[in-house]
């Protein structure tokens, strides 16, 4: 056996590897570097019958055995090893560490010390190596969605009313008309007997109102919408990332994102 240096990285991608029984696990997919000393740490073993599926293996623990890399680990503890999305082309920290504790090696406090010592490049969350700081904040997006509020109805009862409507009617009243007597009806007032008893009657008419009642159609009513538009006030909590400094001298004037 030998261990691998730095120029026989490139002449791994698929080689067999191999595992402590020397049992054949899969072939090398992909090494992977450290972001802060360029040293390989990692390496993918494409196993499955159709290769489609990548374990990582340190490297560290790995050495040429003539044309094989061998690990001294088995096939099943390497098929199970925590999945690690190897399109990403980088491991997190937090899958790092997953895949250290899995393999039993240590991940602690002497290997992020190593790692601070390289300089002030940093480390993101994303596992992304970065001399910057990513500063996030949610936005308020406010939009509109339609709903019932309410229904309208038409409805239609009948009440009654009280009107009152002048009409003229005509009555006939009684006039005592006297007609002195003369020589023109002299005649036809004497022509009856010279005293008796007599009646005449009058008949007398008048008028009263008539009703009749018709339904006539006097309008047409019905229902129409009209779209106006008012101002409501929206209030929600947003998250807004603040990022403090250390060891820095002067001001830093980024309106309090930055803060000392």
């Known amino acids: 056996m030998s261990t691998i240096d730095q120029n026989q990285l490139k002449t791994l991608s698929g080689r067999n590897v191999t595992g402590s029984d020397g049992q054949k696990i899969g072939t090398v997919g992909q090494v992977y570097l450290d972001d802060q000393t360029g040293r390989p740490e990692w390496v993918t073993v494409v196993t499955g019958l159709f290769g489609k599926k990548e374990s990582f293996v340190p490297i560290a623990e790995a050495n040429l055995s003539g044309d094989d890399l061998q690990v001294p680990y088995g096939k099943a503890k390497v098929k199970d090893a925590p999945r690690v999305d190897a399109d990403e082309g980088h491991i997190s920290e937090q899958e790092e560490d997953d895949l250290y504790r899995y393999y039993g090696l240590a991940y602690g406090e002497s290997r992020a010390d190593s790692r601070a010592a390289q300089g002030t490049v940093g480390r993101e969350t994303t596992g992304r ?30 009440v009654t009313e009280q009107e009152q409507v002048s009409v003229p009617v005509q009555r006939e009243e009684v006039r005592l008309e006297r007609e002195p007597i003369t020589e023109a009806n002299r005649d036809e007032a004497m022509g009856g007997p010279d005293i008796t008893e007599d009646e005449h ?60």
Do not use: C, F
């Open 129 to 158: 190596s970065t001399d910057a700081m990513t500063r996030s904040e949610e936005q308020l997006h406010v939009g509109t969605e339609r709903r019932e509020a309410g229904k309208a109805r038409l409805r239609k009862y009948v």
């Open 201 to 260: 009657e009058v008949t007398l008419h008048e008028e009263r109102p008539v009703v009749q009642k018709e339904a006539v159609p006097v309008e047409r009513v019905r229902l129409g919408k009209d779209t106006v538009t008012d101002e409501v006030q929206v209030d929600e909590e947003v998250r807004k990332e603040r990022i403090e400094t250390e060891g820095l001298e002067g001001t830093v004037n980024d309106d309090d994102d930055v803060r000392r």
